[in-house]
């Protein structure tokens, strides 16, 4: 009986909360922040997540420290810098010295020496970068800086293409058409029966490889495609989000995006690991199409005890959250996909 009255009492107090309140707390920004901090929990891990990214950042940040991310969004500012119309003869004064700190932290530390590709694009930005620039107390003391540092990194290997800005060509383009192109769109559709056939690593890779030339915010990619193929962690993984009720058991490999949140120094980024991650994800949905495979994107809902299970899962940090989820295979081809009409052009677009 008493147990029957405080499940009436919590079932009551939790229709205030989700549907009264609101409309006494949504007019001021003060009054939604304590709505969600006294009544509603909902954006605590967001706000936890954020902070924790954010001290982290702070700290690898510090004189000659390794923060790759750091340099990374550095190095693109300096790219800008280089292609603009016109270009100004001194630029990056405020940001420079935070860049070289970074670049010396990255490249004595084994964070992306196995990266080779993007380490010389960082060296080959700076090289251009100290290489036209006009004179200026600033950049004069860290060019030098640079440049003594750089003489410890010279090696015997024979130069190759400069990873610096350059002119498209126009005659090594795509011929892929308007219509074919339409045409993967209306053939992506997401599937939920796919056939018991292991999917190879090398087919994820490539699609993978397709994805992560998407546009991301000053090149972050503030991402990590964590790919599971063992059955057994398949078999756990495929039930720790919602909606994969009733299918979980046909999906062959599958994909957990994971945002990081310590690659941003200030709150006002917190989104870019949503935006980031699904700019890529719908390249690496299509690529898996051209490879005779198919998926199912898998919302990830914002619940702490599934939030937690799967950071313990997966072994994250404090600062990553789950973006979405992924579930890839062969498609049955007996297998069914939804309709899904989507809305008309004319009720999806406006101009101006």
């Not at 609101?22 to 605590?44: D, E, H, I, Q």
């Not at 530390?109 to 290489?131: G, I, M």
């Not at 004069?140 to 003594?148: F, G, M, T």
């Not at 130069?159 to 060509?169: F, H, N």
């Amino acid at each position: 009986m008493i147990g029957k009255i405080f499940r009436r009492i919590n079932s009551e107090w939790d229709k205030l909360v989700k549907k009264k309140m609101p409309f006494w707390f949504y007019k001021s920004g003060f009054l939604a922040g304590v709505y969600y901090t006294v009544f509603n929990p909902g954006f605590r891990r967001e706000l936890k997540s954020v902070l924790a990214g954010k001290v982290d950042h702070l700290r690898n940040s510090k004189d000659e420290h390794a923060n790759y991310f750091m340099l990374v969004r550095n190095t693109h500012r300096l790219e800008k810098g280089l292609i603009m119309r016109p270009r100004k003869p001194v630029f990056a004064t405020n940001y420079i010295t935070e860049t070289n700190n970074s670049y010396i932290g990255v490249m004595s530390s084994d964070l992306v020496l196995a990266d080779s590709k993007q380490t010389k694009w960082f060296s080959d930005v700076l090289d251009e970068y100290f290489s036209v620039v006009e004179s200026h107390p600033v950049i004069d003391k860290e060019k030098d800086r640079y440049l003594a540092f750089r003489k410890k990194l010279q090696s015997d290997e024979k130069p190759s293409a400069s990873s610096t800005p350059y002119q498209r060509d126009w005659e090594s383009f795509s011929d892929i058409s308007f219509e074919e192109f339409y045409k993967l769109n209306r053939q992506r559709r997401s599937v939920r029966w796919f056939l018991e056939k292991p999917v190879p690593r090398e087919l994820i890779d490539k699609a993978i490889t397709a994805a992560i030339q998407a546009p991301s915010a000053c090149n972050r990619q503030p991402f990590t495609y964590r790919v599971l193929d063992d059955p057994k962690l398949v078999s756990e993984a495929v039930n720790l989000p919602m909606g994969t009720k009733g299918y979980a058991h046909s999906i062959q490999t599958f994909i957990v995006v994971v945002g990081h949140l310590d690659a941003y120094f200030d709150e006002r980024d917190r989104h870019l690991i949503y935006i980031d991650a699904s700019l890529a994800n719908m390249s690496l949905m299509l690529a898996l199409e051209t490879l005779g495979l198919s998926s199912c994107p898998i919302n990830w809902p914002d619940i702490e005890d599934r939030e937690v299970k799967m950071s313990e899962f997966l072994g994250l940090k404090k600062y990553d959250r789950p973006v979405m989820c992924i579930g890839v295979g062969y498609p049955d081809p007996e297998g069914k996909v939804p309709y899904s009409e989507k809305r008309s052009l004319e009720k999806i677009r406006v101009y101006n």
